[in-house]
């Protein structure tokens, strides 16, 4: 089971990237693909991975509305400027409502909610939520308001973005912000913007206004997680791509867990366990991953994975998916579930 969200760059992305002309659509273009590779790094080791024109992505994850939910953020920049941000909720909900959980919410992972609850994506039920926002007195859907933000984040660059989200009238500052914690979701793109600057850069020589970033949530790896895979596309070509998955870990443990664990949104979860990040706690759940044997990190496969899907068609990662042992082609990765996680790129690319 898959889940796919998708968003379209707004016009002030050409604000952002040089020689952009004409407006952004949220629909492959025939356009000719993008030519993306690896850019030299100019930075010294551990600092930002940053090249002139390259593009670079990465994900935050943050308190931006109270302590019953948690945001997440994905964020692409050119060196400082945003050129396409995405934001989701995750919260629990009543089950009897018949929302839409997140994969794996009937197997193992849900076995770890609380009774009668399911942790569902703001996004995917937003009808739902938003009905509830009306009888608060809200006029704007929840999916409505994140792309409000989003849009508003494109073409800034972080530091204005954190100047915007400071001031005492932020939500006065986004065309169609409706949210009174606008301020808090500008934070959050803002935190995934820097990630980003931590993370691979590509070249990028495309036409920019043809450029689509999306994510989708996925069963990429056995049933005691979901993957969050984000990809950033030009026509039928993967530009950029990013991956997590979040599982239940033992607070025993000294784990990481998302924000607001430790308020409303944890009181949700079964008693000795936290919802956490594989990225944010990549030591800890390596060093299982060593006890059964493997030898490379899980956020060295994750991005291996993404590296060597950086630049492919949406043809050739379908086919490299279809293969029946798709880790042999991929240098470093060496997870058994390779196929899914590109599956999961994929599905967001499509």
């Known amino acids: 089971m898959k889940r796919i969200l998708s968003i379209a760059l707004c016009g002030a992305l050409c604000a952002a990237l040089a020689a952009c002309g004409g407006s952004s659509s949220s629909t492959a273009s025939s356009a000719p693909a993008?030519?993306?590779?690896?850019?030299?790094?100019?930075?010294?080791?551990?600092?930002?991975?940053?090249?002139?024109?390259?593009?670079?992505?990465?994900?935050?994850?943050a308190a931006a509305h109270g302590d019953k939910c948690f945001t997440y953020a994905v964020a692409v920049v050119q060196d400082d400027v945003i050129v396409a941000a995405y934001l989701d909720d995750f919260q629990f909900m009543s089950a009897a409502d018949g929302v839409t959980g997140v994969p794996n919410s009937d197997a193992d992972f849900g076995a770890d909610y609380a009774e009668g609850m399911v942790l569902a994506s703001k996004r995917e039920n937003a009808a739902y939520y938003s009905e509830n926002m009306a009888k608060a007195g809200s006029t704007v859907a929840i999916d409505a308001n994140f792309d409000a933000i989003q849009s508003y984040a494109v073409g800034k660059t972080i530091d204005e973005l954190s100047a915007t989200a400071s001031?005492?009238?932020?939500?006065?500052?986004?065309?169609?912000?409706?949210?009174?914690?606008?301020?808090?979701?500008?934070?959050?793109?803002?935190?995934?913007?820097?990630?980003?600057?931590?993370?691979?850069?590509?070249?990028?020589?495309?036409?920019?206004?043809?450029?689509?970033l999306n994510v989708a949530y996925s069963?990429?790896?056995?049933?005691?997680?979901?993957?969050?895979?984000?990809?950033?596309?030009?026509?039928?070509?993967?530009?950029?791509?990013?991956l997590d998955d979040l599982r239940f870990m033992s607070s025993a443990d000294g784990v990481t867990g998302v924000p607001t664990?430790?308020?409303?949104?944890?009181?949700?979860?079964?008693?000795?366990?936290?919802?956490?990040?594989?990225?944010?706690?990549?030591?800890?759940?390596?060093?299982?991953?060593?006890?059964?044997?493997?030898?490379?990190?899980?956020?060295a496969n994750f991005d291996a994975i993404q590296n060597h899907l950086n630049g492919m068609t949406l043809a050739d990662t379908e086919a490299l998916a279809a293969e029946e042992n798709p880790v042999d082609a991929i240098s470093g990765a060496t997870l058994a579930d390779t196929a899914g996680y590109i599956n999961a790129v994929l599905e967001a690319a499509q």
């Open 34 to 61: 993008a030519s993306s590779q690896p850019a030299a790094s100019s930075q010294p080791e551990g600092g930002p991975v940053q090249a002139e024109g390259g593009l670079q992505i990465g994900q935050a994850y």
């Open 167 to 212: 001031s005492e009238d932020a939500v006065d500052a986004v065309s169609g912000a409706t949210l009174a914690d606008t301020a808090g979701y500008l934070q959050a793109i803002a935190a995934a913007a820097r990630n980003a600057q931590q993370n691979q850069a590509v070249d990028f020589t495309g036409d920019a206004s043809q450029l689509r």
């Open 219 to 242: 069963a990429a790896h056995g049933t005691k997680c979901f993957t969050l895979a984000s990809a950033l596309t030009d026509g039928d070509s993967i530009v950029l791509s990013y």
């Open 261 to 299: 664990s430790d308020g409303g949104f944890g009181e949700n979860v079964a008693e000795g366990k936290v919802l956490a990040s594989k990225r944010e706690n990549a030591a800890y759940y390596s060093e299982n991953m060593a006890k059964a044997g493997s030898t490379v990190a899980i956020d």
